[in-house]
């Protein structure tokens, strides 16, 4: 699913049939609360009506000599607006708690599901790679987000469906003959809101490109390319051309959304306005009390309200669902490179023998083809080649990040040898060090960055520190306990922070531990 992809109504709420028990699972006893303070929130605005109308008929009979008990109803109101008060106090306590859980739990899963990735195809494919970037970006606040709109939305749904209730008592069909005139806009209201505010959470290549801009001129790791070749003033430019461009037709759809909106305004106004005349005549007639005007009047106003308000939740869950639902995608994706479920011994020798391998990147012609090579174990050979030969390439497949798209790769010698796809791959690649033309820098302790999760044993840790040559800087950058990377307020081996900057020497040794 690609990131400018938005899912089918149905797509969404099979993610939600899928997101919801994930949330509750997270902490059972913080979502259930959540939930329940977002129904006592719902039945409130509903009460809160009741109040006012039994209020207004017992001023009327007190007038006319009859007897009320106004001070019960002045403190049953004090009560309900306190009761609303509290509930959303713990609404907003539970909320983040449950959130907080509910991340750390994605934020799991999504790394758990990064570990069973060993390869680098589904990586590099540039739909997926967009989708990771997209799940990475939403991870810290997406499930909080969510949370917050599932408890508004079924405080929307209760306080509708209860408001609407206090209309019982005009008739049974006020309701239905209400709900049924705001339906239509509220419809239409959700098809408006779906089109999205704001520039920055569209999905589209447009919007994509207009961030990628953004990141360009503001992130550090662009910024001596920046500063070197003046690109400043031309990439302000640029996304000041695309962002307008782009905000004209968002301008257009956002008109002709709001035109669309205006004959359903007229049909709900028409059955609001028809119940209001009724309600009134039935007053002049004696059928109904003043108490009933109000509740009318004040029903009416908050039902518009809250079915206005539950449009825009439901089109803002939509959008959060939407992430869920590539989260989803994401997780139960094939892979592509795994160890086979029986892997063979590892072979005693190390020789490598590559019999006729080609291999060609998705939707692209093969960079190698019928590739035939036998590098000897203990020797030492420099592949050289002119860029975009294929010694990168050459390279990830030795690592097994990619299979051979034809013919197959060798390793050891006699009857002891097997096919590179028949090895385990984690025992494959703990005995090989590479250090990459993009390579990363980990900003961890020096120690962490010769151990590389590896447990510690000080005198491996010792060997590699003196055999890497580390031990004649540690004078200079402190103990091995020294942050690195200014990220965290380390320090820089090299002395230059970037990533075009030389790779922290203690890397290369990490097998040695």
């Known amino acids: 699913m690609s990131a400018a992809a938005s899912p089918p109504h149905p797509t969404l709420w099979r993610t939600f049939l899928l997101t919801l028990p994930d949330l509750l699972r997270s ?55 306190l009761l609303t008060q509290i509930t959303t106090v713990l609404t907003q306590v539970l909320q983040g708690a449950a959130a907080d859980h509910y991340t750390l739990q994605v934020n799991q899963r999504l790394m758990a599901r990064m570990q069973t990735l060993e390869g680098l195809d589904v990586l590099e494919d540039p739909q997926f790679h967009d989708d990771i970037e997209v799940l990475q970006a939403g991870a810290s606040h997406r499930p909080l987000n969510l949370a917050s709109s599932i408890v508004y939305g079924l405080r929307g749904v209760v306080a509708a469906a209860s408001v609407a209730a ?125 108490g009933s005007v109000v509740l009318v009047i004040t029903a009416l106003a908050a039902l518009r309200s809250e079915l206005s308000g539950l449009s825009e939740t439901l089109s803002t869950t939509s959008q959060h669902l939407s992430w869920f639902a590539k989260l989803h995608a994401f997780l139960q994706a094939p892979g592509g490179v795994q160890s086979p479920a029986q892997p063979r011994p590892q072979p005693r020798s190390g020789t490598l023998r590559l019999e006729n391998v080609t291999f060609a990147y998705r939707g692209q012609p093969p960079v190698l083809h019928g590739l035939n090579l036998v590098i000897p174990e203990g020797q030492i050979v420099a592949i050289v080649g002119e860029n975009g030969a294929g010694k990168t390439t050459l390279i990830k497949l030795l690592l097994r990040y990619y299979d051979p798209t034809g013919g197959r790769i060798v390793v050891g010698e006699g009857p002891g040898a097997a096919d590179l796809r028949e090895l385990d791959l984690p025992t494959w690649r703990a ?67 970037g990533r075009n900057s030389p790779p922290p020497a203690p890397c290369t040794a990490a097998p040695a531990c």
């Not at 008592?169 to 239509?184: D, N, Q, S, T, Y």
């Not at 550090?220 to 003033?233: M, S, T």
């Not at 151990?451 to 491996?460: R, S, Y």
């Open 166 to 290: 206090t209309l019982l008592v005009i008739g049974w069909w006020v309701p239905l003959v209400v709900v049924a005139g705001l339906m239509p806009l509220l419809s239409q209201q959700m098809k408006f809101y779906r089109l999205g505010w704001s520039l920055y959470i569209q999905g589209t290549p447009q919007a994509r490109e207009i961030n990628y801009l953004a990141r360009v001129a503001l992130r550090h790791e662009y910024a001596k390319e920046v500063r070197l070749y003046g690109l400043a003033a031309e990439l302000q430019a640029r996304s000041h051309r695309l962002t307008r461009d782009y905000l004209q037709v968002l301008r257009a759809q956002r008109t002709r959304g709001l035109l669309a909106l205006l004959p359903y305004e007229v049909l709900s106004l028409a059955v609001t306005a028809g119940l209001f005349i009724f309600v009134v005549a039935q007053a002049q007639q004696g059928q109904v009390g003043a």
């Open 431 to 497: 005995g090989i060090a590479a250090v990459f033309q993009d390579f990363a820098r980990f900003e961890w302790s020096l120690q962490d960055n010769i151990l590389l999760g590896q447990p510690l044993n000080e005198a491996k840790l010792s060997a590699a520190v003196q055999g890497s040559g580390l031990g004649a800087v540690l004078d200079r950058v402190g103990p091995l306990d020294t942050q690195l990377g200014q990220a965290f307020g380390g320090v820089d081996l090299s002395g230059a922070s």
């Open 27 to 81: 902490q059972p006893w913080l979502s259930g609360g959540l939930l329940l303070m977002g129904a006592v929130q719902g039945v409130m605005p509903a009460v809160t009506i009741l109040i006012g109308q039994w209020t207004v008929d017992g001023l009327g009979r007190l007038l006319t000599g009859g007897s009320a008990n106004l001070t019960g109803l002045a403190a049953a109101w004090a009560g309900a607006a």
